[in-house]
């Protein structure tokens, strides 16, 4: 069986202390410096993580109020090529509407016109027909200035056109 000695165990205890001094003494001792240097590495690295997402937050917000006025600055131009688009098109389309009332007017003087001469000129054959008619009629040549003076008092009379 096993046998317990007081002074053995007593020696065991003795030696663990002493060792776990010596070990205290030379190596927790630095190890534990090790571990408070690589705990503030790994706090300064937090810190400058931090930092950095406060930076790009702060980018990132600027970013987007660039943006943002990027947007209405686009939308104010829009809108103003718009405005201008539809003026030039209203000047447009009175010019237009101007010229082509212009063509109308002119038109219509040139269909009065027309129309004038084209009646003087119905009148005048008609004039010589009802004189060449009526000279058949009588048998004789009358004088045709005065016959045609007399056939233009009649259609003026009869026709209103003069």
């Given at each position: 069986?096993?046998?317990?000695?007081?002074?053995?165990?007593?020696?065991?205890?003795?030696?663990?202390?002493?060792?776990?001094?010596?070990?205290?003494?030379?190596?927790?001792?630095?190890?534990?410096?090790?571990?408070?240097?690589?705990?503030?590495?790994?706090?300064?690295?937090?810190?400058?993580?931090?930092?950095?997402?406060?930076?790009?937050?702060?980018?990132?917000?600027?970013?987007?109020?660039?943006?943002?006025?990027?947007?209405?600055?686009?939308?104010?131009?829009?809108?103003?090529?718009?405005?201008?688009?539809?003026?030039?098109?209203?000047?447009?389309?009175?010019?237009?509407?101007?010229e082509a009332e212009?063509?109308?007017?002119?038109?219509?003087?040139?269909?009065?016109?027309?129309?004038?001469?084209?009646?003087?000129?119905?009148?005048?054959?008609?004039?010589?027909?009802?004189?060449?008619?009526?000279?058949?009629?009588?048998?004789?040549?009358?004088?045709?200035?005065?016959?045609?003076?007399?056939?233009?008092?009649?259609?003026a009379e009869e026709?209103?056109?003069?």
């Amino acid at each position: 069986m096993l046998e317990f000695d007081v002074w053995t165990i007593a020696f065991s205890i003795i030696n663990i202390l002493v060792l776990f001094l010596f070990m205290k003494k030379f190596l927790f001792g630095r190890i534990n410096a090790i571990m408070e240097q690589r705990a503030k590495l790994v706090q300064d690295d937090l810190d400058k993580a931090k930092s950095e997402a406060e930076k790009a937050q702060k980018i990132r917000t600027e970013y987007e109020a660039t943006v943002a006025n990027a947007k209405d600055e686009a939308q104010e131009i829009i809108s103003s090529a718009r405005r201008s688009a539809e003026k030039q098109g209203e000047r447009i389309t009175q010019k237009a509407q101007q010229e082509a009332e212009s063509i109308i007017r002119t038109a219509q003087k040139e269909i009065a016109l027309e129309r004038k001469q084209s009646i003087e000129s119905a009148q005048s054959e008609i004039a010589d027909l009802a004189i060449a008619a009526a000279s058949k009629i009588v048998g004789a040549n009358l004088q045709s200035d005065t016959n045609k003076e007399l056939v233009d008092a009649f259609l003026a009379e009869e026709g209103g056109c003069k």
